[in-house]
């Protein structure tokens, strides 16, 4: 009887949703490693390959992102507005926001990573996330962005200072095909909770992303084995594994937006 | 005063000013790009920073001011001397910070606005970019460059000099790298004997004409006129150095990519030996020597010089002479380009 009376007054309140309208979608990104929280520095994980080790970088770029509504319309976030770092040691990044139009969104797709074009972008172009100096994610020497890194230490390392240090990147290549490890990742959000959103409110989409499939995704990665990663090495595969991070938990929608 | 001095005055006062006008015009003439008119179009979209005389100034210090280096000890111009056409000259590979050595010998800086691609492995693919990587290579000047646009803020001289270049006091990373390309942009050289040859100034010798002839034959796929490169990437038969370095292949990861490192420009070889990547030929001759007999027959070697180079030693000299007109004196004694008092 009570359940019947919300769903009645669910249905009633239910808004039109004009598509000229925009309201505000918000992403939450949730870094946990297996089934605990990320707390960097601090808490010790333990891999597949029963190797143990902390976390002291989780930085990633979220691009290019596009949502789908019950429709099976696409709306693509301009893309200059659809570039974020996320950045584990920086609570403001892990909540990235973008306008949208009204609707019912059952899908969000976004790249992990930066795209060729962006890549290859004049310098005068790259500001706030994307600029060349600050924010840790650029390569010099071989021109490009660092899409993943995940660094932290580890008694299994093999490296003098026993750290292991993931940088994924390469675009493609500029004048000759290279590899490219950017990837996409769709996610399916009308189990857990479509998107609602509508003017001038907030429908925040919480994710889990899973760094622990960076060492136990689609491919098996052990620390012993692989503990710097860059340019050389299975960057592929790990690739391969942080497209598989990450998973739609729930929504809530209706959400009011701070005023601050 | 009478008539006659006031009028003197005032001729006085229009000489004044009339030099002052001529000499402000020569002034920012110089601090233009002149496109030669025997080179192609530039690849470097100068719209996008228009090069003024604060700019190319700015850009000037930067390059010769150590601040730029971990210990404020190395400058771009530690390794790239203007009087040896901006190369390490008699330095294999380069000591950089804390005498910190590379693998790899400091390239000739000259004519970049026409160049596709940077460093020997070509890793780096606009000009503006180029600045921060021997910035932040640990062996070159080992610093983040965030930190060293941090020390250009706290600067007393750069806010200022950045006010006059680009109107705002703001020090980014936008306008530091602009201002560093604004220097490298007017380096220009296209004043050597060959230069003058074909813009009909003066002729060649007859030794020299063989020469060029020569070249054109045996040399000019790769060394393109007229600046002496096509920008590609090869394996020239040199083998594996012993510090392993597989040249544009560790930037494309790609197997046909293995030893290929880019085409260096024949222009100023007077001023910038060593040679290759390694910087293991002290000589020309012992360069024009390896294509004629010490090829290594690499899995990538170019089909071009499978063979060798055949070359008499007549054809040697000849060769040599023509070599010689490619060096630009006017460029590397240009004093706009050197370190400033």
Request: aromatic fraction near 10%; include cysteine.
């Amino acid at each position: 009887m009570l359940s019947a009376c919300i769903l009645f007054s669910c249905t009633k309140d239910e808004p039109t949703l004009d598509v000229t309208k925009n309201g505000q979608l918000k992403i939450k990104f949730d870094q946990i490693v297996g089934g605990k929280k990320l707390i960097l520095n601090e808490t010790t994980y333990t891999n597949n390959s029963e190797e143990q080790f902390i976390v002291s970088t989780a930085k990633y770029y979220v691009s290019n992102i596009v949502l789908t509504n019950n429709n099976g319309q696409s709306y693509t976030v301009p893309k200059s507005e659809s570039f974020f770092l996320i950045n584990a040691a920086n609570s403001e990044s892990l909540t990235p926001s973008v306008l949208v139009p009204e609707g019912q969104y059952t899908t969000l797709q976004f790249n992990l990573g930066i795209d060729s074009i962006t890549n290859t972008l004049p310098v005068s172009e790259r500001t706030g996330v994307l600029d060349v100096a600050g924010n840790d994610m650029y390569w010099s020497w071989n021109s490009g962005y660092i899409f993943f890194k995940l660094e932290g230490s580890s008694t299994s390392s093999t490296t003098a200072d026993q750290k292991f240090r993931y940088h994924i990147g390469l675009f493609g290549g500029y004048d000759t095909k290279t590899v490219n490890n950017n990837k996409t990742v769709v996610l399916d959000l009308s189990k857990a909770g479509t998107a609602i959103v509508q003017e001038n409110l907030s429908s925040d989409i919480h994710l889990m992303v899973d760094l622990g499939k960076v060492f136990d995704g689609k491919n098996k990665i052990s620390i012993a084995t692989n503990s710097t990663v860059m340019t050389s090495g299975p960057h592929q595969l790990i690739a391969e594994n942080y497209a598989q991070m990450f998973t739609h938990d729930h929504t809530h929608n209706y959400q009011k937006i701070s005023n601050e | 005063m009478n008539k006659r001095q006031i009028l003197f005055f005032i001729g006085i006062i229009g000489l004044v000013i009339a030099c002052q006008k001529t000499d402000d015009k020569l002034d920012t003439s110089l601090f233009e790009f002149v496109q030669p008119e025997h080179f192609p179009a530039p690849v470097y979209n100068l719209a996008s920073n228009p090069i003024s005389k604060e700019g190319f100034e700015l850009g000037r210090k930067l390059f010769y001011d150590p601040i730029l280096s971990r210990n404020n000890t190395i400058s771009c111009g530690s390794c790239h001397i203007s009087q040896h056409a901006f190369t390490h000259h008699g330095h294999d590979v380069s000591h950089g910070i804390d005498d910190r050595l590379g693998v790899r010998n400091s390239m000739p800086l000259m004519n970049l606005a026409w160049s596709k691609g940077f460093f020997w492995d070509g890793g780096v693919f606009h000009l503006d970019l180029a600045p921060i990587a021997p910035i932040e290579n640990e062996v070159e000047m080992d610093e983040q460059f965030v930190t060293v646009l941090e020390k250009l803020r706290n600067s007393k001289d750069y806010p200022t000099l950045f006010q006059k270049a680009f109107g705002s006091s703001e020090i980014n990373s936008v306008n530091t790298l602009q201002a560093l390309s604004q220097f490298m942009l007017l380096l220009i050289s296209d004043n050597s004997k060959y230069d003058k040859v074909i813009r009909k100034e003066t002729n060649f010798s007859a030794a020299e004409q063989r020469g060029y002839t020569l070249y054109q034959q045996k040399c000019s796929t790769c060394h393109q006129e007229p600046l002496f490169t096509d920008y590609s990437y090869r394996d020239n038969g040199l083998g594996i150095n012993p510090s392993q370095d597989q040249g544009r292949y560790e930037i494309t990861g790609l197997e046909s990519d293995k030893l290929k490192f880019k085409v260096p420009s024949l222009r100023n070889l007077a001023y910038t030996s060593p040679y290759m990547h390694d910087g293991s030929f002290i000589t020309l001759e012992a360069v024009i020597n390896h294509y004629r007999r010490e090829i290594k027959q690499t899995d990538n070697l170019d089909p071009l010089l499978r063979n060798g180079i055949a070359l008499s030693n007549m054809e040697v000299s000849d060769l040599t002479a023509f070599l010689n007109t490619l060096n630009d004196e006017k460029f590397i004694r240009n004093t706009l380009f050197s370190e400033q008092p």
